[in-house]
């Protein structure tokens, strides 16, 4: 019986080490020292590919901070953190010296207890993450050359809308029509600034609200003209639904903003033929504290629960997809933005 438990113990020893070394992260189990006691495949093949010997010792690796220049210091290495109470989930270092071969790694760390509950030893767990971080480097740089880039005609654009609106005998359609272009150029040479503004990492370029008394009405019927010849080429009418007296104390721009956003996607996702209704209108919350909605409703195809994730991800989009004939297939319902 000895000896059949001890063969299903290493039938099960060597089960679990080839699936140890099966995975593409590079895996570590350590005493409360530090001392390393296992290690996976991968965690030898990435001191191989930074330079140094497979038997490396933990408290040895070359771990740098995010900013790639500022060493971990040992006493805030991920397992010494782990082991004080913090939390080590995901963060961000990179691995190598600074003149050779270097990874950006997400590491995380959790304490394996024993059966008296002691912390037993602690597991770190290293996810090489250079395409991601590489990626995330790239987009910006294009999002900061793009927004170099459309400073010089949008300046060019506002510069002749100035002059056309100075014109002599002019009709007055056409200088409505011309003051929207105007605002809307306006809003876009400031959201091209808030781009260059959203890639630097300074606290001094972070983008701040400007509070003040907003005619929210006027505000959301402002944003509707600005999207009408849009939402014609689509044949998609537009109403609105406002109450009088709407007042708030907010950030004008920001808001627009937020309403921009929500028409335009209305329009982009919504079938040919659709509709859009927008409501303004005061509540109170269960506090009798005075706020203002504005539901942007229409029927698109909505989000899917996987789009809805990255919702509040920073250049996030989702995917266009062909919708099927309403006359045919029976109408959906409005979705409420």
């Known amino acids: 019986m000895l000896e059949k438990a001890l063969y299903r113990t290493r039938i099960q020893e060597q089960t679990v080490r080839e699936a140890f070394d099966a995975v593409e992260f590079a895996v570590m189990s350590l005493d ?4 390393m006691l296992t290690a996976n495949r991968a965690t030898r093949s990435l001191l191989t590919q930074i330079g140094l010997p497979p038997n490396t010792p933990w408290r040895r690796f070359p771990l740098y901070h995010a900013d790639k220049t500022t060493p971990v210091a040992p006493d805030d290495m991920p397992d010494v953190r782990v082991l004080a109470g913090a939390t080590v989930d995901g963060q961000t270092y990179w691995i190598g010296h600074l003149t050779g071969t270097r990874f950006a790694i997400d590491v995380s760390a959790r304490l394996l207890h024993n059966e008296q509950g002691e912390v037993d030893r602690v597991v770190v767990v290293l996810r090489d993450v250079s395409a991601e971080v590489r990626a995330i480097t790239d987009r910006d740089d294009l999002v900061t050359s793009m927004s170099h880039a459309l400073r010089t005609p949008l300046s060019s654009v506002l510069g002749y809308v100035d002059l056309a609106l100075e014109v002599d005998g002019l009709p007055e359609p056409a200088r409505e029509m011309l003051d929207i272009a105007l605002t809307s150029t306006q809003r876009v040479n400031t959201l091209v600034s808030d781009l260059l503004a959203a890639r630097s990492t300074s606290p001094a370029n972070a983008i701040s609200l400007k509070l003040h008394d907003c005619d929210i009405a006027a505000l959301v019927a402002e944003s509707i003209d600005s999207v009408r010849v849009l939402a014609a080429d689509r044949l998609i009418p537009i109403t609105l639904d ?54 942007v409703a229409d029927n698109g195809r909505g989000m899917t629960a996987e789009e809805q994730k990255g919702l509040f991800e920073r250049f996030y989009r989702a995917r266009l997809r062909p919708r099927l ?13």
């Open 325 to 337: 004939d309403r006359a045919r297939h029976g109408a959906r319902p409005e979705h409420l933005s």
């Open 32 to 35: 409360i020292t530090g001392t």
């Open 242 to 295: 406002a109450g009088t007296d709407l007042r708030a104390m907010a950030d004008a721009f920001r808001l627009r903003q937020v309403v921009d956003n929500l028409l335009s996607n209305a329009i982009k996702y919504n079938r040919i033929g659709g509709r859009i209704a927008v409501t303004a209108r005061g509540v109170a919350d269960p506090d009798g504290v005075q706020k203002v909605e504005r539901p």
